[in-house]
């Protein structure tokens, strides 16, 4: 298994700022996953960060507004960039078992609005 | 791409009563099946999974039946209680779990 740290768990922020979210995983993983959950949506999967490369943005979202670091195996941040009332969502960031890469960890989430 | 659907997406039952959820997807590709459960303000938790050379597979009170053929699969939770009340989502997935794709949830509320 793996456990996932993430902070903050909340925040309210003024549109046209912008929120660092932060993950922290207690075992070192080659991917973490960052997943945005619209109010009472499923999950979508924003980007995958590796380590030592750019992050792998799915379609629909964009670096400029979601600046991922993943300076080393156990931490990665996503950066919602220029918030707009748009981006209210909770933000979940997420890990493959070590022990059975189809299988996922997530971490508790953070809640975004913005005002 | 892969595209899971879900139904239903809210379902209300009495304690005691089954509950079934089932999902299609349409890559016959996809090969893992897994169903999380996210409680209120919780974290998306794996409650089951089944792999596509198995048709069922059963864990206390929770089950997963799959049929590659019609490329379906179900959840089945017997003699439901309150703490099953939850969003679940069914996913797909080939090749690691980076590319799950997730269903749309269903929110079940077992009432006392």
């Known amino acids: 298994s793996a456990v996932i740290s993430q902070k903050p768990s909340r925040d309210i922020c003024q549109r046209g700022t912008s929120l660092t979210i932060q993950c922290q995983v207690d075992?070192?993983?080659?991917?973490m996953f960052w997943y945005r959950q619209q109010p009472g949506q499923s999950l979508t999967l924003i980007a995958t960060?590796?380590?030592?490369?750019?992050?792998?943005?799915e379609s629909g979202f964009v670096i400029d507004k979601f600046p991922i670091s993943r300076p080393n195996l156990t931490f990665s941040t996503l950066t919602v960039s220029n918030m707009s009332p748009e981006d209210s969502s909770i933000y979940l960031c997420?890990?493959?078992?070590?022990?059975?890469?189809?299988?996922?960890?997530f971490g508790s989430g953070t809640q975004l609005s913005v005002l | 791409g892969e595209n899971v659907e879900q139904h239903p997406s809210t379902l209300s039952v009495q304690e005691g009563d089954s509950a079934v959820i089932k999902c299609t997807y349409s890559d016959s590709a996809s090969n893992y099946f897994p169903w999380y459960k996210q409680e209120l303000g919780k974290r998306p938790q794996l409650i089951i999974d089944i792999r596509s050379n198995v048709g069922e597979k059963k864990d206390q009170r929770i089950a997963v039946t799959l049929n590659k053929t019609a490329k379906h699969f179900s959840l089945h939770i017997t003699e439901t209680q309150p703490e099953d009340s939850a969003v679940y989502f069914c996913a797909a997935s080939k090749n690691g779990g980076f590319k799950t794709i997730f269903g749309a949830g269903t929110r079940l509320f077992v009432k006392a």
């Open positions: 997420s890990v493959e078992d070590p022990s059975d890469n189809e299988k996922l960890f």
């Open positions: 960060a590796n380590q030592g490369s750019e992050a792998t943005y």
């Open positions: 075992s070192q993983v080659t991917m």
